[in-house]
């Protein structure tokens, strides 16, 4: 019954892998003909579509995968912190070139972890693959993508206004505060996405978790409940990740110098 549905939704087929061949290549020559890039190359096109490919062939390991993960407790687990460590090596390496990236696991790490065990031990997250890879999967990714808009955008800023950061140690301030005045408005932006989705869900976008559970049998309530439940964690997540981010870039630990 729920392939049934999914079925319906999505069938699996020929048509369904030409039309995903086709939206990846329309977004890299997007990408090439308008240059998308920040040195006006069109070097976004090729990352693109090497993105496109490594999602499909992550996606069909995954599949694989998690049949086996969510029987084993300790596979499980290895599996979350996999899921972790690639998103912390993600977020730091699109925030900085250089061997500070590896901070980028606090922001992500941080809020997920205690989060994740707070909702498990109160009974709302099963200990088993099927409820707790796919939530914990969800609050990394919302932590990646926090992490590195604040992240770049605290560094983007500190760089175009240094003059500003160093006017604020003339006039006295310690080199975190000086810092903090710069970059705090500019990185509190990386909220605005997560704020946006939680407050026009149902009227604009119908999220995954909500879809799924329909298409799997739930009520619209429960799987309305679940959703919400999803998404205030997600802000919850997000919102740690982005001050811990901008502390982390405050206090200079992590930087774009040599």
Do not use: K
């Not at 912190?81 to 390496?93: F, H, Q």
């Not at 606090?106 to 972890?113: D, Y």
């Not at 978790?209 to 919400?228: D, K, Y």
């Amino acid at each position: 019954m729920r392939t049934l549905a999914a079925q319906a939704l999505l069938p699996v087929d020929t048509a369904l892998a030409v039309a995903l061949l086709v939206l990846l290549l329309v977004a890299a020559a997007t990408a090439a003909a308008f240059r998308l890039a920040p040195d006006g190359t069109r070097g976004r096109a090729r990352e693109i579509l090497v993105a496109g490919v490594r999602a499909a062939a992550q996606l069909a390991a995954v599949s694989l995968a998690i049949g086996w993960v969510v029987h084993r407790t300790a596979a499980l687990f290895a599996f979350l912190l996999l899921m972790i460590a690639v998103a912390s090596r993600t977020a730091g390496r699109r925030i900085t070139p250089n061997g500070t990236w590896w901070w980028a696991a606090l922001p992500i790490a941080g809020p997920v972890v205690p989060v994740v065990t707070g909702l498990t031990l109160a009974g709302l997250l099963p200990v088993r693959g099927i409820a707790m890879i796919p939530v914990t999967g969800i609050l990394i990714g919302g932590a990646l993508t926090a992490t590195v808009l604040a992240g770049r955008r605290a560094l983007d800023e500190l760089h175009t206004r240094f003059g500003e950061f160093e006017a604020g140690i003339a006039l006295g301030l310690a080199d975190h505060e000086a810092r903090l005045e710069v970059i705090r408005p500019a990185a509190s932006d990386a909220l605005l996405p997560g704020l946006d989705q939680t407050r026009t869900v149902g009227l604009v976008t119908l999220p995954g978790a909500f879809v799924g559970m329909l298409l799997g049998g739930a009520s619209p309530v429960l799987a309305g409940a679940v959703q919400l439940f999803v998404l205030i964690a997600l802000m919850a997540v997000q919102t740690i990740a982005v001050a811990a981010t901008v502390e982390l870039v405050a206090r200079g630990l992590l930087h774009r110098g040599a």
